[in-house]
């Protein structure tokens, strides 16, 4: 059924990271699929001694964090996580005037300011508490030795978690553990903001290529990367938003609308599928059923995803499901358009259904956005340009051989 535990670590020997000393770029090769793993991450080797641990890469958070083993609070951590962040009590000494603290502020809007970011049991620790769809990381901070490459450390700041709460541990039974999160958010905290800093990086650029099929895997880059000069659609970012937004857009499906106003669309590598509020979700899956018609038997006992269809017979194999499901479109402005054909948002589960990568952002409490996921992203480089402001993406295979 789902992939075993010893054909992920087979393959996370593979994911040293990448990095010729002279270059202004670290390079990474990721592990992961969107299924059945759910996620996309890098090994890092963290703390002292250097001990390798696997983080979700996560456009979506500015701060990077480690389950953590707090050496005077231990760890209500998550479940199945098997190897604990264990710091020295020095290295949580970032202070609540140390100007990092300060930027948590910005960085982390959902921290309330009546929340002192040193409370009275640890005056000179910085609590941080991050928020996401499906959980709580919440703890302090730490400075600690992470190694970018072979022999290249660098002390960088990032959350101890160590009041960790996945809200939905049972929901998604393929996932597989990670030790935490690559915070790659354009904040001040934001580990791209952290190298250029420390100058081991020139440019504030990340990208990613995720590999589509099983355990494909990918890659990540982080600073001043040559990437190929045509075939990129270049769109502004917009500053309103806290995630990485080319702005607002319409959805489309076969060419024709399918709700009548825009909404921002958001580049979320840490979000396994894709997510449309349920007055675009709705008509959506409408449109989805109505274009398959008597193809689309569901298929009700699979417990995957909320929506899957029995396999219709004229389908061998998800390559072939352009003749019976259709592409969807995200149009922006002036004539910036996503094009995310049906294996970019289906997915064929182990019962051998077709299940929709699309999810109902209002059941996760998200009415305002489309968030796009991982599944939507594959084979695709995505640019993040925090130097230029600007977003980009391109349609590639995302196989590392060629690295
Ligand atoms: C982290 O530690 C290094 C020395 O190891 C120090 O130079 C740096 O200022 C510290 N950063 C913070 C935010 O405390
Ligand atoms: C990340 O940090 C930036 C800069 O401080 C902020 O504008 C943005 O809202 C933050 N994003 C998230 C998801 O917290
Ligand atoms: C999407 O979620 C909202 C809120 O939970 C719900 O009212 C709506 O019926 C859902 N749509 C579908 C098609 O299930």
Same mark, same amino acid.
């Given at each position: 059924?789902? +992939?075993?535990?010893?054909?992920?670590?087979?393959?996370?020997?593979?994911?040293?990271?990448?990095?010729?000393?002279?270059?202004?770029?670290?390079?990474?090769?990721?592990?992961?699929?969107?299924?059945? /793993?759910?996620?996309?991450?890098?090994?890092?080797? @963290?703390?002292?001694?250097?001990?390798?641990?696997?983080?979700?890469?996560? /456009?979506?958070?500015?701060?990077?964090?480690?389950?953590?083993?707090?050496?005077?609070?231990?760890?209500?951590?998550? =479940?199945?996580?098997?190897?604990?962040?264990?710091?020295?009590?020095?290295?949580?000494?970032?202070?609540?005037?140390?100007?990092?603290?300060?930027?948590?502020?910005?960085?982390?809007?959902?921290?309330?300011?009546?929340?002192?970011?040193?409370?009275?049991?640890?005056?000179?620790?910085?609590?941080?508490?991050?928020?996401?769809?499906?959980?709580?990381?919440?703890?302090?901070?730490?400075?600690?030795?992470?190694?970018?490459?072979?022999?290249?450390?660098? =002390?960088?700041?990032?959350?101890?978690?160590?009041?960790?709460?996945?809200?939905?541990?049972?929901?998604?039974?393929?996932?597989?553990?990670?030790?935490?999160?690559?915070?790659?958010?354009?904040?001040?905290?934001?580990? +791209?903001?952290?190298?250029?800093?420390?100058?081991?990086?020139?440019?504030?650029?990340?990208?990613?290529?995720?590999?589509?099929?099983?355990?494909?895997?990918?890659?990540?880059? @982080?600073?001043?990367?040559?990437?190929?000069?045509?075939?990129?659609?270049?769109?502004?970012?917009?500053?309103?938003?806290?995630?990485?937004?080319?702005?607002?857009?319409?959805?489309?499906?076969?060419?024709?609308?399918?709700?009548?106003?825009?909404?921002?669309?958001?580049?979320?590598?840490?979000?396994?599928?894709?997510?449309?509020?349920?007055?675009?979700?709705?008509?959506?899956?409408?449109?989805?059923?109505?274009?398959?018609?008597?193809?689309?038997?569901?298929?009700?006992?699979?417990?995957?995803?909320?929506?899957?269809?029995?396999? =219709?017979?004229?389908?061998?194999?998800?390559?072939?499901?352009?003749?019976?499901?259709?592409?969807?479109?995200?149009?922006?402005?002036?004539?910036?358009?996503?094009?995310?054909?049906?294996?970019?948002?289906?997915?064929?589960?182990?019962?051998?259904?077709?299940?929709?990568?699309?999810?109902?952002?209002?059941?996760?409490?998200?009415?305002?956005?489309?968030?796009?996921?991982?599944?939507?992203?594959?084979?695709?480089?995505?640019?993040?340009?925090?130097?230029?402001?600007?977003?980009?993406? +391109?349609?590639?295979?995302?196989?590392?051989?060629?690295?």
């Amino acid at each position: 059924m789902a +992939a075993t535990w010893s054909s992920i670590i087979g393959l996370i020997l593979l994911l040293l990271p990448l990095a010729p000393s002279s270059s202004s770029y670290i390079m990474y090769r990721l592990g992961g699929d969107v299924f059945p /793993t759910g996620r996309f991450f890098v090994r890092m080797k @963290i703390g002292e001694p250097l001990t390798a641990y696997y983080l979700d890469i996560d /456009t979506g958070s500015n701060v990077t964090w480690l389950e953590c083993y707090h050496p005077v609070h231990g760890c209500h951590c998550s =479940p199945g996580v098997n190897q604990l962040y264990r710091p020295a009590l020095g290295n949580l000494r970032v202070e609540c005037k140390d100007p990092f603290c300060d930027a948590l502020h910005a960085d982390l809007p959902d921290l309330p300011d009546t929340n002192p970011q040193c409370t009275r049991e640890d005056p000179h620790q910085c609590h941080y508490k991050v928020e996401y769809v499906d959980g709580t990381s919440d703890g302090v901070l730490s400075n600690d030795t992470v190694s970018l490459a072979e022999g290249n450390n660098r =002390p960088m700041v990032f959350g101890c978690g160590y009041n960790q709460r996945p809200r939905n541990p049972s929901q998604e039974p393929n996932q597989k553990p990670v030790h935490g999160i690559l915070g790659l958010g354009n904040g001040i905290v934001g580990f +791209a903001a952290q190298l250029k800093k420390q100058q081991v990086i020139t440019k504030n650029v990340i990208g990613h290529c995720l590999g589509y099929g099983r355990n494909v895997g990918g890659y990540l880059f @982080i600073g001043d990367y040559k990437f190929p000069p045509n075939g990129i659609t270049w769109a502004p970012m917009i500053k309103y938003e806290p995630f990485y937004s080319p702005g607002q857009a319409t959805v489309h499906l076969d060419g024709q609308q399918v709700y009548a106003t825009g909404m921002s669309a958001v580049f979320d590598s840490g979000a396994t599928y894709t997510y449309m509020p349920s007055q675009i979700y709705n008509p959506l899956l409408a449109k989805v059923v109505d274009l398959l018609g008597d193809a689309g038997k569901p298929a009700k006992d699979d417990p995957t995803l909320p929506r899957c269809w029995k396999k =219709p017979e004229s389908i061998e194999s998800l390559d072939d499901v352009k003749n019976t499901f259709k592409t969807l479109e995200l149009r922006f402005g002036n004539n910036i358009v996503m094009k995310i054909p049906p294996i970019k948002y289906l997915i064929l589960s182990d019962y051998k259904n077709f299940c929709l990568g699309i999810l109902n952002g209002s059941d996760v409490g998200e009415n305002q956005r489309i968030i796009i996921g991982d599944i939507s992203m594959q084979d695709m480089l995505v640019v993040y340009d925090n130097e230029r402001g600007m977003m980009g993406w +391109a349609n590639i295979p995302c196989t590392t051989s060629r690295l």
